[in-house]
């Protein structure tokens, strides 16, 4: 099992957490959401081959925390990942668009000089712009879109500039969901829980949810969980392979 996009920091039992996330063997991509956040959570699971923490500044917090960016530009050459991060273009937070931008852009940039980087994306309701900024960026390395709710045009596009793309038990439990990843290249899809943050039933998913995805992506697929286990695995080592 992988879950490529999971606040691992976050969940208040994560020693717990991790020590079941061993034992089921399963790679975690644990995103972090400010620059000062990455030692600290690398550190929560430094033992544990199969998790590896990712260096980002999400959206969200962009104006809140922009002036870590230069924390940033010092750990990247220490970090072999990036996420989470990207634009968020939700009611919420569309008035701090244009630092959300220089932030994202400025990330881009540091992740190209730094010889590129599998990075994990958010674009909730500002698809264009990020991919606007990914064309920009195009030696940032492999972009994985995280939860991608954009049009059908949209994704296209995004499959056209080589964007990969992490989906999960949430997900694929709406129609809209559901038709997304059906359009989406079996060889581009990666999974992912979102956890703490996605629900699923009113429950925070877990990392071993991922199960849930592998089940529902069979059923779309029509194939066996087996052999949609084997697509999935070799799709990791694929994307761990051009990085
Ligand atoms: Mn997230």
């Known amino acids: 099992m992988i879950d490529m996009h999971c606040h691992l920091d976050l ?8 020590k079941r996330c061993e034992k089921q063997k399963i790679y975690v991509l ?34 809140e925390r922009h002036k870590e960016i230069y924390l940033f530009d010092d750990f990247i050459s220490d970090a072999k990942y990036v996420g989470e991060i990207g634009l968020d273009g939700s009611k919420e937070y569309k008035q701090h668009q244009k630092i959300q931008a220089g932030i994202f852009k400025h990330i881009l ?6 010889g590129g980087r599998i990075m994990s994306i958010h674009s909730r309701a500002a698809t264009d712009s990020v991919l606007d900024c990914l064309d920009q960026y195009k030696d940032a390395g492999i ?6 709710t954009g049009t059908q045009s949209q994704l296209r596009t ?12 949430a997900m694929l439990a709406t129609k809209k969901g559901k038709l997304i990843a059906q359009n989406i290249p079996k060889e581009r899809i990666l999974t992912e829980t979102d956890g703490p943050f996605a629900t699923l039933n009113k429950k925070k ?7 849930k995805a592998i089940s529902q992506l069979s059923n779309l697929w029509q194939i066996s969980t087996e052999e949609t286990e084997l697509i999935l695995f070799s799709n990791f080592k694929s994307i761990l392979r051009d990085s």
């Open 158 to 169: 995004a499959i056209g500039i080589g964007c990969w793309f992490s989906i999960g038990p």
């Open 143 to 148: 972009p994985i879109l995280h939860w991608f």
């Open 109 to 114: 940039n540091t992740t190209q000089k730094a």
């Open 205 to 211: 998913l877990m990392p071993w949810d991922i199960s």
């Open 30 to 63: 644990s995103v972090t959401t400010t620059p000062k956040a990455w030692h600290g959570t690398k550190a929560i699971s430094k033992n544990c081959e199969r998790i590896k923490t990712s260096l980002g500044l999400h959206p969200q917090l962009a104006h």
């Open 11 to 18: 969940y208040p039992n994560f020693q717990q957490v991790i």
